[in-house]
């Protein structure tokens, strides 16, 4: 539809007509299937409401869209068709690792085909928008939406940002991929003490210069929608925040697409305390561009009495409106409101063969090798007995909370992918051990006590699983852990003040471990758990977090050395939980801990801790040695642009990858600075014995922050440049900025 035609369709509209547009309700409404998300409200939405809204909310699957669009354009009068939006965040039929797995990869071109696979997957179920990615920088491993995000950094963050949106819309002009709506915005990922639903505090400064820039890619990069933040930023939650969403979003950055609602966050403004009622909490958010009110009845009650009392503006709600009928018609839905969904198509493209064999490999370079104590791994496959125990031995739930769409039959378990290399004879498993001693927190997300009590093992299954374990252990030459959190410990409603593993499984590793035999611990979790207990007790620690679809094929792959293991850390893993939260990237203090400084009382550190991180930000190992050498500078001085370069050379007789960071300090600034932050990386590709020189283009934009007088630019002075294998193994040069 030519835009005149779109001006004139909105012209047409009644009140109540363009006012349905701003209201997405979900799918029990029409007779479908239901996700819950949020808390569920009786509305009082009555049929006629039904009949005008303008979105469904987690409705997927083709048969099921096509028939609530087909009933729904019958009585519709000008035929405009419903958006279907759900929560798709790292893959439809074929899972692929919990984002911060994704992130761990350091492979945004890697990403960017994942998500361009999922929205194929997601276009065929009939999905018209997804509520993906979410971008928020997370620096606290106690908030459950961890497993959302990619990491702690905003330059690795902003690149993945990039990724997802432009795999999700790929050829979006032309009728492909599904729109990307990007939350949450902003800086929900700083909710204080990781606490889900919680505020922020922070200043303008870090906002802009930490937790912004990856929502600033995704806009860039195209995204179609952005989703509110439960939180408050500075007094005000996001969701009526003129200065977030007006200021900046709309007015600094230039974004015209629509804004959503999260669920029920419209009428959360009364619980906040910013408003009385419906109606203040419906001016707030329409005033602030607030374009969808997910899952209230706040638009729908409240919108009309504000425009016939003056209250609000008639051009403001028709900018809404336009917004919205203007991304129907760009997704092409005034011509096919079905966007070419049919279980034809469902049969089509899920879960294929080339979409498993990516799904493994994104997996492969999820999975991080923490410790590899005496080399233990890789084993060699059928040369002993290997012993495979723990509750995510044999277990299929490797695809995490938020795959919502996923089928756990379709997952390789780490069984099943272990059985690819050892014979039977030389494969042992029992489970060994309970994933929880409690498991009646399950009863917080609807589950039944039948439910509960199916989950559990009995006091006898578990004393026969424990002898079972022990028994089997005295045959082996290696046993394998498969341990980690339930599913429903991490993800959203998923904060936890005590992130290491379930008590359960850490005294049935203890047994197990003091046979002294070797030992291997795959780690299943949403978010970086502490392990410090456990890096005495084993030998080799492997970080799959829910690995997806392929996941133990991946895993089984790296025990066995078919794959170099390449993944790195996207966030620091905290030596004990008081630490957080922890980051890399923390400002100097005036009394460091230093060599020198270290055994003295005044200076800034923990008395029973130490300040470092179990495992640093992009930290990983390989079966490889890499070492770097020769790092080098074009120039000492510097104006617009210098060249870093960097010698690697692959120590070893196999193939490896290795992720090349470089890391800058700021020595002296207008304002405090970190003391290192992310600036570049390249992965790069060794033949056994095989050394490269890497080079890095340092350019003056990647020095800009913002400054005293908040203005955003590079300062002359002083610089480091840091290269290396993470954040805390670099080379080092210095330069000067001019």
């Known amino acids: 539809m030519e835009e005149q035609a779109l001006k004139a369709l909105l012209k047409s509209l009644t009140w109540e007509e363009k006012i349905g547009q701003l209201v997405q309700l979900s799918g029990d409404f029409f007779h479908a299937n239901e996700l819950a998300v949020g808390p569920q409200k009786k509305l009082g939405i009555d049929q006629q409401t039904v009949d005008l809204v303008g979105s469904v909310l987690n409705v997927t699957g083709a048969s099921q869209t096509r028939e ?67 971008v928020d920088l997370v620096r606290d491993a106690r908030w459950g939406r961890t497993l959302e995000a990619t990491g702690e950094d905003p330059v690795l963050n902003a690149a993945f940002a990039k990724a997802m949106v432009t795999g999700l819309q790929k050829d979006l002009v032309n009728g492909g991929g599904i729109a990307s709506c990007v939350k949450h915005f902003a800086a929900y990922g700083a909710a204080e003490g990781g606490r889900e639903y919680n505020t922020v505090d922070l200043s303008e400064r870090r906002l802009r210069q930490d937790h912004l820039p990856s929502y600033k890619a995704a806009v860039d990069a195209g995204c179609q929608l952005v989703m509110t933040s439960f939180n408050t930023y500075d007094g005000m939650p996001v969701t009526g925040n003129g200065f977030l969403l007006k200021d900046i ?86 011509e096919d409101p079905y966007r070419g969904a049919s279980q034809e198509q469902e049969n089509a493209v899920f879960l294929t063969e080339e979409k498993r064999k990516l799904a493994k490999k994104v997996s492969s370079e999820a999975v991080v090798l923490l410790q590899n104590k005496n080399k233990v791994l890789p084993l060699t496959a059928n040369t002993e007995k290997v012993l495979l125990v723990g509750p995510y031995g044999d277990n299929q739930d490797l695809i995490g909370l938020w795959a919502v769409h996923g089928d756990r039959n379709d997952v390789v378990s780490i069984k099943k992918g272990v059985e690819n290399y050892l014979d039977p004879e030389n494969l042992l498993y029992t ?73 359960i499984q850490k005294d049935f590793l203890a047994e ?17 758990l502490v392990l410090t207990k ?25 025990i066995f050395g078919k794959t170099n293991p390449s993944g790195r850390l996207s966030m620091s893993f905290p030596y004990t939980v008081g630490q957080l939260p922890l980051y890399y990237s923390e400002f100097k203090t005036g009394r460091p801990l230093t060599s020198t400084t270290h055994k003295g009382r005044f200076v800034s550190k923990y008395l029973d ?63 405090v600075r970190p003391v ?39 300062e002359p002075g002083d610089f480091i440049v840091f290269v290396g294998a993470n954040v805390s193994e670099t080379l080092e040069q210095h330069f000067e900025l001019i």
């Open 68 to 134: 609530i669009q087909d009933r729904y354009l019958k009585k519709s009068r000008h035929k405009i068709p419903l958006l279907f939006m759900a929560d798709i965040i790292y893959g439809y039929r074929t899972i692929y690792p919990i984002p911060l797995g994704l992130g761990a990869t350091w492979n945004p071109e890697l990403i960017e085909q994942a998500y361009e696979k999922t929205a194929e997957e997601s276009k065929a179920a009939g999905a018209h928008v997804t509520f993906a990615p979410m």
């Open 512 to 528: 197990l471990s003091a046979l002294n035999k070797k030992t291997v611990l795959i780690v299943i979790s949403g978010r970086p």
């Open 609 to 671: 801790s130490p300040n470092e991180p179990l495992f640093p930000f992009g930290f990983g190992l390989s079966y490889s040695e890499v070492v770097y050498s020769g790092l080098n500078l074009s120039n000492e001085k510097m104006t617009d642009e210098l060249t870093v370069s960097v010698k690697i050379k692959n120590m070893s007789d196999q193939s490896c990858v290795e992720t090349v960071q470089l890391y800058t300090q700021d020595v002296t600034g207008s304002v």
């Open 534 to 558: 456990e890096t005495e007790q084993v030998d080799g620690i492997i970080q799959a977090w829910f690995p997806g679809t392929e996941g133990g094929n991946a895993i089984a792959d790296i």
């Open 249 to 334: 979003l709309r007015k600094e950055w230039g974004f015209d697409g629509v804004i959503i609602s999260d669920y029920a966050a419209i009428q959360e403004l009364i619980a906040h305390g910013v408003a009385t009622n419906d109606r203040e909490a419906t001016k707030l958010a329409i005033e602030a561009t607030t374009d969808i009110d997910m899952k209230t009845a706040c638009y729908a009650k409240e919108l009309e009495p504000l425009l016939k009392a003056g209250e609000i503006s008639e051009d403001l709600v028709n900018q809404s409106v336009y917004r919205v009928l203007k991304l129907k018609n760009d997704l092409g839905l005034f």
């Open 676 to 714: 290192k932050e992310l600036t570049a990386f390249q992965k790069v590709a060794l033949a056994a014995g095989e050394e490269k020189t890497v080079y890095f283009q340092l350019t003056r934009d990647a020095l800009k922050f913002y400054t005293k007088d908040m203005s955003f630019a590079a």
């Open 431 to 503: 489970q060994g051990c309970d994933m929880l001693s409690d498991y009646q927190f399950l009863g917080e997300f609807g589950a039944t006590k039948d439910q509960i009590e199916q989950s559990s093992l009995s006091a006898q299954e578990k004393a026969t699983e424990l002898n079972k374990a022990l028994t089997l252990a005295n045959d082996a030459d290696t046993i394998i852990f498969a341990l980690g959190e339930h599913t429903m410990q991490s993800g959203e409603a998923g904060s936890r003040t005590d992130i290491r593993l379930p008590q």
